[in-house]
Each structure stands twice: as structure tokens, then as C-alpha cells.
């Protein structure tokens, strides 16, 4: 139950854009895990919203992201294993890459390369 509280609370924060300070860092009065959001394009027009963080899953905490596209609800997808760069996914959704070198997949459909239009520093406040 405090989990799904706790992504409640994250997709409110970043809906809403509420805690927010000049670089757009997010934190997470929980944890105190400062959320980094980027906005990537993925051609045709297509913009995403990939919000960095960590959710606490039986007392370890699970990196994870929360992409929200333009008229679908958030989609929160967790870190998985890789040996180079980073893969999250759920399964349907996938978002991967290494360094600013990223794509965003949507079940079979090909992968879309993104590039980031508006990166926020990872800057301590």
C-alpha cells in the first residue's frame, strides 16, 4: 500500500509540477531522491517526458522511470540489468540507451529514436 502511495504521490508530483525549483529538480519528501526530468523527441512530433528516480521496494530502493506522452497516462517502468547503458521496461514499454543515444518502444511497433529537446541539470540544491 505505501508503494502505490508513494508512485501516487511521484505522478502527482510531476502532473502537476508542484515542489519544483528553477532547474526543475523534483524531490521525493519520502526518500528524499531527487527525480531528473528530460524531454525527449521521438520524431513525428511525438514528445516524451522521462522522469528519473527511485521508488522503495521492500526496504531497497528500484530505479525506475516515469514517461508520460502526450494524452496517455503515466508509464512507470523499472530498471533492469544491462552491461552497458540503461534498459527499463514493463514488459509493453521499453525506454533504452546509452548516454544521449536513446529509444522508445511501444510494444512490436519499431523502435523510435529520441533526442533530448530540454535537459535539466542533475545539479544539487
Not at 524531454?39 to 514517461?67: A, P
Request: proline share 2%; hydrophobic share 35%; with cysteine.
Amino acid at each position: 500500500m505505501k508503494k502505490l502511495l508513494l508512485i501516487l504521490l511521484v505522478i502527482s508530483l510531476i502532473g502537476c509540477g508542484a515542489n519544483t525549483n528553477q532547474t526543475g529538480i523534483f524531490i521525493d519528501p519520502s526518500t528524499e531522491n531527487k527525480i531528473v526530468l528530460i524531454h525527449y523527441n521521438c520524431g513525428n512530433n511525438r514528445e516524451i517526458s522521462v522522469s528519473f528516480t527511485s521508488i522503495n521496494q521492500k526496504n531497497s530502493l528500484q530505479n525506475t522511470v516515469i514517461v508520460n506522452s502526450q494524452g496517455s497516462k503515466p508509464i512507470i517502468l523499472a530498471a533492469k540489468q544491462v552491461t552497458s547503458g540503461f534498459l527499463y521496461t514493463n514488459g509493453k514499454y521499453t525506454f533504452t540507451g546509452k548516454g544521449n543515444d536513446v529509444q522508445w518502444t511501444i510494444g512490436r511497433m519499431m523502435p523510435m529514436k529520441c533526442t533530448i529537446v530540454n535537459h535539466i541539470s542533475n545539479q544539487k540544491y
